[in-house]
């Protein structure tokens, strides 16, 4: 979830079938597994070619919290459309917590208050498909979600989790058109739930909501890098949080939490194609942060070929954001089709230091010149850290230039706190890619 108050918590698209499972949750501790639905078997996980990029959209928490509604959502689908970031390549309107307070009918089926959400939940999904958009919902694994634990907006809403109706729940929201669900974890952490057990069955329950209804659905696992999901989740999700919250309502963004959740991502070898590390959702263009920090932080995502989900209020997003969350080379080095994340390849100087990505085409890398010192320096790029070896070109992307052709590396100067982001093409590499 995402409260101020669950910092004192342990810091700590699966596709099958017709879909894909998106979850996010928060830190749980061994003990008994989450509830299955039915004993039914479900063929092992397969990664399809609809999901073999990391998800990029909107989500509504860093803005809203938990004071969300059809008019709010509805707005934020309309600027997605309209600004520029659908053609660029941003698709995912998701719902996070505040739209359930936890209400079941007799039958246990989910109720929602129709005041707020005029014709439930399958209108607003219906909304955001006219627009050409795919619509994301959320809840918890265990019985009381994040809205119970740490009501951010809205009165405490107990039940609020999917515990005990897993094929319940995942089957309503797929008939009500949800392309993708993220799953946190307030619930299961509280009861003390064991993450691996019951994120397996969701997917699960997932995997048997896309056979009956045709509908892919997306699933992120949010148990915030606890029981270390990238042991794990690769095998039944799409995506999969490795850190706390990248900020907390009401506080302003922090560029020291951006590199806490940087940090937190670094497992390369869980990422493949349709399998990502979250590093959680972007504060990019959010108030406090300067256009610099926004580029330094997207410039980290994009290394990481993490989720692009945007977090600000879309509706009143500046022209200078709107830019910088749409360049289209930023978003291609995410978007990059090998799925790769990128890795620290040198530290010449503490605190200054390379990461290299692997791109798809030969001899090609992207390349981030991360200075976390408070002061500027130099920073070089050498040929041999990143594989390549002969004559290679450099692009500077932010700044849409090339910076010409260099022999064996390159150096810049990096102010203090940012990033350089870099494309080098060589005629020839050293090793695969």
Not at 152 to 171: I, N, V
Not at 261 to 288: E, K, R
Not at 332 to 357: C, F, M, N, R
Request: net charge negative; proline share 5%.
């Amino acid at each position: 979830m995402h409260v101020l108050t669950r910092m004192l918590l342990p810091l700590t698209l699966a596709l099958a079938l017709a879909g894909a499972v998106t979850m996010t949750g928060h830190t749980p501790s061994p003990a008994g597994a989450a509830d299955a639905g039915t004993t039914t078997q479900v063929a092992p996980f397969e990664a399809t070619a609809s999901a073999t990029t990391a998800p990029m959209g909107w989500a509504s928490w860093n803005t809203f919290a938990a004071k969300i509604n059809y008019n709010v959502i509805k707005a934020q689908a309309d600027a997605m459309a309209s600004s520029g970031l659908k053609d660029a390549g941003y698709q995912y309107v998701n719902i996070d917590e505040g739209w359930w307070q936890g209400t079941r009918d007799s039958s246990g089926n989910i109720t929602v208050d129709t005041g707020e959400w005029p014709g439930g939940m399958q209108a607003i999904a219906d909304y955001i498909h006219s627009k050409g958009l795919k619509a994301g919902i959320y809840t918890d694994a265990g019985r009381d979600g994040c809205g119970y634990y740490y009501p951010t907006g809205r009165p405490a809403a107990p039940g609020s989790g999917s515990e005990g109706h897993y094929d319940q729940d995942f089957l309503k929201f797929s008939q009500w058109g949800f392309d993708f669900v993220k799953v946190d974890w307030c619930g299961g952490n509280a009861e003390g739930l064991d993450a691996r057990s019951s994120y397996q069955a969701i997917s699960d329950a997932i995997t048997r909501a896309s056979a009956q209804t045709g509908r892919p659905m997306a699933l992120s696992v949010c148990n915030w890098g606890n029981q270390s999901p990238w042991d794990w989740a690769p095998g039944m999700s799409t995506m999969w949080r490795t850190s706390q919250d990248i900020i907390y309502y009401g506080e302003s963004p922090s560029m020291d939490r951006v590199l806490t959740n940087f940090d937190s991502a670094q497992h390369p070898g869980a990422q493949s194609p349709g399998h990502y590390n979250d590093p959680d959702m972007l504060i990019v263009g959010m108030p406090g942060f300067s256009a610099a920090q926004n580029r330094t932080h997207l410039s980290l995502w994009a290394i990481s070929g993490a989720p692009l989900l945007a977090g600000n209020d879309l509706t009143t997003m500046s022209a200078e954001t709107r830019t910088i969350l749409t360049n289209r080379e930023v978003i291609a080095i995410d978007q990059d089709p090998l799925g790769k994340q990128g890795t620290k390849v040198a530290e010449d100087h503490s605190g200054l230091q390379v990461y290299s990505k692997v791109l798809d085409g030969t001899g090609r890398r992207a390349v981030v010149l991360l200075n976390r010192t408070g002061s500027a320096g130099n920073i070089t790029a050498r040929w041999s850290d990143l594989g390549l070896s002969g004559t290679a070109a450099v692009r500077n992307v932010w700044a849409g230039a090339d910076a010409g052709s260099f022999t064996s590396s390159y150096t810049t100067n990096v102010p203090a706190h940012e990033a350089v982001l870099l494309t080098v093409t060589a005629s020839s590499s050293t090793q695969a890619g």
